[in-house]
Structures are given as C-alpha cells and as structure tokens.
T-cell receptor, first 113, second 115 residues
Framework: DGGITQSPKYLFRKEGQNVTLSCEQNLNHDAMYWYRQDPGQGLRLIYYSQIVNDFQKGDIAEGYSVSREKKESFPLTVTSAQKNPTAFYLC????????????FGPGTRLLVL | AQSVAQPEDQVNVAEGNPLTVKCTYSVSGNPYLFWYVQYPNRGLQFLLKYITGDNLVKGSYGFEAEFNKSQTSFHLKKPSALVSDSALYFCAVRDLRDSNYQLIWGAGTKLIIKP
C-alpha cells in the first residue's frame, strides 16, 4: 500500500448524514484520485486532483465532494445526496496526472446503517 | 470507446500449474496497459505495465504479461502458481491519445489456486 494511508478502515453512515473519508500520502505526488469499487465491477473514478487547490469530476461525481488544500491530503465527503453509498473506496496517487503508474491506499469500506 | 474486458470472472488453477488471466482492450490510439492485484479488503498493488518496447513484460512476484497488438490482448501469466497468488486481478488500459490520462479498468478476475 506504499505511502498512502486511508482512514477509517470501516465507516458507518446514517441516512441523511455526510461522512468524510481521509486520504494522506507521503510520496510527494502531485496527482491524487478517488475510486469507488463495487462487487463485480471495475474501479470507477469519482474525483481527481492534479495539483493543490484544483480538482476535477470523474465519471461518478454526483453525491460526492472533495478538497485539496494540501499536497499530501485529498479527503472525500460522501454527502446525503449519494443514495447508494455502500462500497469500498480507494484513494490513489501518481507522480503527475500524466504519470503511468498509480499507487493505492488500503481502502475504506463504507456501510449504511 | 475505450474499454477493457476480462472475460473470466474466476479462474481456478492447481498449485504448481501455470496460470493465465486474460485481458483484452479497445482503444483508438496506442495503449498503456497495466495489471494490478488486490488481496481481500486491501488496496490494489501494481504488478506490471506495458508502455513500449518488448512485448513480454516481467513484473512482481514472478508474473509476466504479453502484449499482443494484433489480438489487442495483454494476458497475465505465471509459470508455476502458488496458493498465495489467490487474489483479485485487475487489468487497466490508458489510451495515449487521451489528454485526460484516464485509466479504464476491467471488472476483475478472481484467481483461486488450490493446494
């Protein structure tokens, strides 16, 4: 899992609640990503950030929000607008957006109470 | 449209036998190709990639993959499987013409190695 940490490992969300997933990297990478993983499906890109204070929507951004105030940190908020949030969330980083290889954190499993 | 197909949801192999996990892709330009492995409740680990050059790419843990342009395939192989190779394997592709540098992921193949 390299130099990327995600917390918590498990997160429980009540209906109508916003929750925030943490992602920190010490690899000095410029680019960071959030993916959602559902059983039997490939990874789907939620948001990505190429540099500090910049981020772009991925394929399934609705119901999610992010910030990139520091190079090391890229937190993801799952808002109450996300009606089906139960999934495994993976954070990744790469040297730059154009760099070929992405490195992943250990993931956070989000469950709805 | 760019796509990746992993035609087998699950592959079962006896320990010590060779293994192959299949991947085919579709991109409009030249591809960058990747294999990642995921152990239960863990993040993905990078195994190997093809960017250019030799069609046979060697990676971590004794795995290798062969880029076949005519068949648009990038199958993952290992000469002798270990029980510890049991995991979920993902193939991914990036189109060199894509200015967004987006990775397209296959659905994953579960590899089960039986003692």
């Amino acid at each position: 899992d390299g130099g990327i940490t995600q917390s918590p490992k498990y997160l429980f969300r009540k209906e109508g609640q916003n929750v925030t997933l943490s992602c920190e990297q010490n690899l000095n990478h410029d680019a960071m990503y959030w993916y959602r993983q559902d059983p039997g499906q490939g990874l789907r890109l939620i948001y990505y950030s190429q540099i500090v204070n910049d981020f772009q929507k991925g394929d399934i951004a609705e119901g999610y929000s992010v910030s990139r105030e520091k190079k090391e940190s890229f937190p993801l908020t799952v808002t109450s607008a996300q009606k089906n949030p139960t999934a495994f969330y993976l954070c990744a980083s790469s040297q730059t957006r154009a760099a070929e290889t992405q490195y992943f954190g250990p993931g956070t499993r989000l469950l709805v109470l | 449209a760019q796509s990746v197909a992993q035609p087998e949801d699950q592959v079962n192999v006896a320990e010590g036998n060779p293994l192959t996990v299949k991947c085919t892709y579709s991109v409009s330009g030249n591809p960058y190709l990747f294999w990642y492995v995921q152990y239960p409740n863990r993040g993905l680990q990078f195994l190997l990639k093809y960017i250019t050059g030799d069609n046979l790419v060697k990676g971590s843990y004794g795995f290798e993959a062969e880029f076949n342009k005519s068949q648009t395939s990038f199958h993952l192989k290992k000469p002798s499987a270990l029980v510890s190779d049991s995991a979920l394997y993902f193939c991914a592709v990036r189109d060199l013409r894509d200015s967004n540098y987006q990775l397209i992921w296959g659905a994953g193949t579960k590899l089960i190695i039986k003692p």
